[in-house]
């Protein structure tokens, strides 16, 4: 009795190891940004740029030096699939202009070269403090060795984490889109910055933007952003990385990365007021958004806090 129920209990091993497997992926996150006028040097929770915004509290474990081999799938690991994100830089100068530089290799372990466009670059990159301040969004460029250089603004001393996002254009990863992270320190007094309450609406350069939309984690859902100035419809929005807005969320604590991918169409420089997301938000808890827009030739970035239940 005891041989013939033995196939059928490892069967059902087998059965939940996979569906444990599958319910632990997340999104991956695609990124987009603007070049130098995206790069908010030391911005605070808001939108207004402070070169001397403080940073973190004793880093965590995932905010040591380096990186951490963290779980995959929300950014918070420097491999996946055999792909890995490189560097030798684990501190950069506080209070000016840095170059941090990397690579990412392959299952090969040799560097990758090739690299799918995805919103008009090869390569989309992050950096964050640990207390959701001091967001910079910007593209680095690549040496023909591969060697990638993210030339960054002012950073407030702290703990920070440097995303990188990109898709293989060949190779045992083509057409897959990763998020690989790594962690460097901005030596100097780091004092953390409370992350304002969850709130509707933000501002950024006079435009006022309202997030409407109650998103649970590890379910897809609808949000739709309305952007005002000066209490009127705002209907100018220029094309930005072939899209209307970009809309990048980092996780309070842990600094999970997500994006939410616009579902507005684009027709012309008359975007808005109204921008409709599809947010897949992996954990719940506290989610400190950023959204980029363009008017007039001009990007802005507007940050609010967004509680996922």
């Not at 973190?56 to 951490?68: K, L």
């Not at 953390?192 to 409407?212: Q, S």
């Not at 169409?265 to 808890?285: Q, R």
Request: proline content about 6%.
């Amino acid at each position: 009795m005891f041989a013939s129920t033995r196939p059928t209990v490892r069967r059902r091993a087998l059965a939940a190891a996979g569906t444990a497997a599958a319910l632990a992926l997340t999104l991956a996150a695609c990124g987009s940004s603007n070049d130098d006028s995206s790069s908010m040097p030391g911005m605070d929770h808001g939108a207004k740029p402070s070169a001397s915004a403080s940073a973190t509290a004793s880093p965590s474990m995932g905010d040591m030096p380096g990186m951490d081999h963290m779980a995959a799938g929300n950014g918070l690991s420097d491999t996946k699939d055999g792909y890995r994100l490189t560097s030798t830089d684990t501190t950069l100068t506080a209070g000016k202009a840095a170059a941090y530089r990397f690579t990412v290799t392959g299952p090969d372990d040799k560097p990758v070269t090739g690299f799918a466009v995805d919103q008009t670059k090869r390569m989309h990159f992050y950096a964050i403090r640990s207390d959701l301040t001091g967001f910079q969004h910007i593209h680095p460029t690549m040496a023909a060795d591969g060697t990638w250089t993210a030339d960054l603004s002012s950073l407030a001393p702290g703990a920070w984490r440097m995303f990188a996002s990109f898709t293989p254009d060949n190779g045992a990863g083509k057409d897959t889109a990763f998020v690989l992270s790594r962690t460097v320190t901005a030596p100097g007094t780091a004092t953390k910055t409370p992350l304002p309450a969850a709130a509707k609406t933000a501002e950024a350069d006079g435009y006022a933007v309202t997030v409407k939309g109650e998103p649970m984690a590890g379910m897809a859902h609808p949000l739709t952003v309305t952007v005002t100035k000066e209490g009127k419809p705002v209907t100018d929005l220029q094309p930005y990385l072939d899209t209307y807005a970009h809309l990048t969320a980092f996780h309070e604590g842990d600094t999970a990365f997500a994006h939410l991918h616009p579902t507005t169409k684009v027709n012309g420089d008359h975007g808005g007021p109204e921008l409709s997301f599809n947010a897949e938000l992996p954990t719940s808890g506290n989610w400190r958004l950023f959204l980029q827009f363009q008017t007039g030739g001009q990007l802005h970035t507007a940050a609010l806090t967004l509680n996922v239940g």
